[in-house]
């Protein structure tokens, strides 16, 4: 009996020195192992991609006309994200497409613009909406040839020239002669359109052949003016007493002295009658017949 305590005593010991050894193992292994450092990553900043819309790079008053060199991409802020059905976001639309517009009020320089803001070509009232108030606008079909097509541009301020056939009474011959005459009717008239080139619009940059073969095929082209109700009636019926041509004016303010109309008299000699040679016949008689 003692042998068997004695055995199992020292089993116990052997089996608590073990324990005691593995515990002592495993402590030291751990020193030996280092930890990982623990590294604070930051967090990533989150990037909002805000819409951008087009504003105004320069001051424009009111009736200006919009070019795209005076456009530019601003992204919005908070005050305006909620005004996207009246502004012109990118991606929707291009500055191009806004050239020629109307400005319907004075716009300062960075200000964002709004479909109100503007009066685009396509508009029907935009052609009305460049016409100073009191002022009329009447189209008139004008030769080609004489209205110097692809020289004048909407925006020029021209003289208009009737030249027509005139039948003179020359009392003295007592008959009836056909002379021509021309006249400056009106002075100083903006062009607001000539034919589909309307003023602050820009005309293509290229033709192409089929285009360029309709413009030389076309022999009248349409013309409208800026007048007053007077001039108006006035240049329609100088329309129909003969040919009208428009002089280009200069940018410089000069004389609005009418002169005096010129007869082709005045021109040719040999649409003077009083200058022209007389022809006369000799009838000889012989006295002996």
């Known amino acids: 009996m ?5 055995v199992s005593g020292t089993l116990l010991v052997l089996l608590a020195l073990l324990t005691m050894a593995g515990i002592s193992f495993t402590q030291s292994k751990a020193a030996i192992i280092p930890e990982d450092p623990i590294v604070e990553v930051p967090q990533a900043e989150l990037q909002v991609n805000r819409a951008r819309a087009l504003t105004i790079n320069q001051n424009m008053q009111v009736g200006s006309f919009l ?18 059905n009246a502004l012109f976001l990118d ?8 050239q020629g517009s109307l400005l319907t009020r004075t716009l300062k ?3 964002f613009i709004t479909v109100d803001d503007l ?3 396509e508009d029907n009232n935009y052609l009305s909406s460049m016409i100073t108030p009191g002022m009329r606008a009447v189209t008139l079909e004008v030769s080609k040839n004489t209205v110097g ?3 004048f541009r909407a925006g020029n301020r021209v003289d208009v020239v009737l030249t027509s056939l005139t039948e003179v009474d020359k009392k003295s011959q007592r008959q009836i002669l056909a002379s021509h005459a021309s006249e400056i009717v009106l002075q100083d008239i903006r062009l607001l359109a000539i034919n589909n080139q309307i003023l602050g619009a820009q005309a293509p940059l290229i033709e192409t052949q089929n285009e360029r073969k ?3 095929n076309i022999e009248f082209i349409d013309v409208t003016f800026e007048t007053t109700p007077t001039q108006a009636a006035r240049l329609v019926l100088a329309a129909q007493l003969g040919e009208l041509a428009l002089l280009l004016r200069s940018k410089q303010s000069d004389s609005m002295r009418k002169p005096k109309a010129i007869w082709a008299e005045n021109i ?4 003077n009658p009083e200058k022209q040679v007389s022809h006369g016949v000799s009838i000889y008689q012989d006295e002996n017949n």
Not at 2 to 6: A, L, W
Not at 91 to 98: A, C, D, E
Not at 268 to 271: A, F, G, I, V, W
């Open 119 to 121: 009066i685009r070509p």
């Open 91 to 98: 991606g929707f639309i291009k500055p191009s497409q806004l």
């Open 67 to 84: 070019k795209s060199s005076s456009l530019l991409w601003t992204e919005l802020d908070e005050a305006h994200e909620k005004n996207f």
């Open 109 to 111: 320089h960075g200000d």
């Open 268 to 271: 040719s000699e040999n649409h």
């Open 2 to 6: 003692k042998k068997v305590i004695f």
């Open 214 to 216: 309709l413009r030389q």
């Open 149 to 151: 097509i692809g020289l």
